[in-house]
């Protein structure tokens, strides 16, 4: 048997197939990273996003914080005794020097109460 060299020019579409697959190699890696870069952009988005919406959070956690702050000096400066004091005078109201008691008479569920015991 004779084998005869040929020249690659002679054998039709030979390198078609080796251009074929690199060039798919390569829009593959090109799709690969455009993907990857947009995920990224996207995820950076979202992350700011979630940053300036917690930095919203926390200022307004720190305005109540001082606001409740100034609500219990206000509520501790009314809850002193010579302040309640004061203002029991301004609205007329008079100090007494003894306690008088009262007595009250039993209520009248209480007295059917024991008109019921009894029998």
Wanted: charged share 10%; proline share 3%; hydrophobic share 45%.
């Amino acid at each position: 048997m004779k084998y005869q060299l040929t020249q690659k020019s002679e054998v039709p579409n030979s390198g078609w197939l080796k251009k074929f697959k690199i060039n798919t190699s390569l829009v593959l890696v090109w799709l690969a990273v455009f993907l990857l870069a947009a995920a990224n952009l996207i995820g950076t988005n979202s992350l700011a996003t979630q940053g300036v919406v917690l930095d919203k959070i926390l200022q307004q956690t720190a305005d109540l914080a001082s606001r409740n702050h100034l609500i219990e000096l206000q509520i501790n400066q009314s809850a002193n005794l010579t302040t309640l004091q004061t203002l029991a005078q301004q609205q007329g109201f008079v100090r007494i020097n003894r306690i008088v008691n009262l007595p009250t008479p039993p209520a009248v569920a209480a007295l059917l109460n024991l008109g019921s015991v009894n029998q």
